[in-house]
């Protein structure tokens, strides 16, 4: 197993600012993956991050809002850009080693935006 | 297009009762399912994996079934204990590019 460690663990920001999340896993890994969860809702993926290369976003997330780096085989993170209301969740980051095995979580990130 | 289902949206038992939550999904061409616990405002902590080949997985009081043919796998949990209080998540891994697809969770209450 994987573990996960996510910095910071909650924020509170202001409307038009941007937060940078930073995701650390203790062994290498080939997968990595950032997730949204809404209040109430289950988990949405944002988008894979790819080693050394820009990431795969989903449908409905764009690289501009969402920024991610995965400079190595442990380390990636994800920022919020231009920050609203809306976009108050809990931002996951997971790890998957290889890839269509177990899936491991970070405890996440509660981002509240005023 | 592959969706998850899993009934009920919530549970409500007394300690000690042995229970089942289901996860149903639509197309049986999965790699594998697997079972997450939430707690509120934390993260998702796995619980058992099911390979596609694979019927059942037991992880101390905890049993996940896998029937692919029918499109469903059940989390058994003997001997309830308040501590098993939160959200149970059940995510099918299908497709080419082997991205998970989630039930929206059943929230279990267990009470003293």
């Known amino acids: 197993s994987a573990v996960i460690s996510q910095k910071p663990s909650r924020d509170i920001c202001q409307r038009g600012t941007s937060l940078t999340i930073q995701c650390q896993v203790d062994?290498?890994?080939?997968?990595m993956f950032w997730y949204r969860q809404q209040p109430g809702q289950s988990l949405t993926l944002i988008a894979t991050a790819n080693q050394g290369s820009e990431a795969t976003y989903e449908s409905g997330f764009v690289i501009d809002k969402f920024p991610i780096s995965r400079p190595n085989l442990t380390f990636s993170t994800l920022t919020v850009s231009n920050m609203s209301p809306e976009d108050s969740s809990i931002y996951l980051c997971?790890?998957?080693?290889?890839?269509?095995?177990?899936?491991?979580f970070g405890p996440g990130t509660r981002l509240t935006v005023l | 297009k592959q969706e998850v289902t899993q009934i009920p949206a919530a549970l409500s038992v007394p300690e000690g009762e042995n229970l089942v939550l289901n996860c149903s999904f639509t197309?049986?061409?999965?790699?594998?399912l697997q079972w997450f616990r939430q707690d509120p405002g934390k993260g998702l902590t796995s619980l058992l994996l099911i390979q596609s080949s694979q019927r059942e997985q037991t992880s101390g009081r905890l049993n996940a079934s896998l029937d692919k043919s029918s499109g469903r796998s059940t989390l058994y949990i003997a001997a309830s204990q308040p501590g098993d209080s939160a959200t149970y998540l059940c995510a099918v891994n299908a497709g080419n590019n082997r991205k998970l697809i989630w039930g929206l969770g059943t929230s279990l209450a267990v009470n003293p």
């Open positions: 197309d049986s061409a999965i790699y594998n």
């Open positions: 997971s790890a998957q080693n290889p890839p269509g095995n177990e899936q491991f």
């Open positions: 062994s290498q890994v080939t997968m």
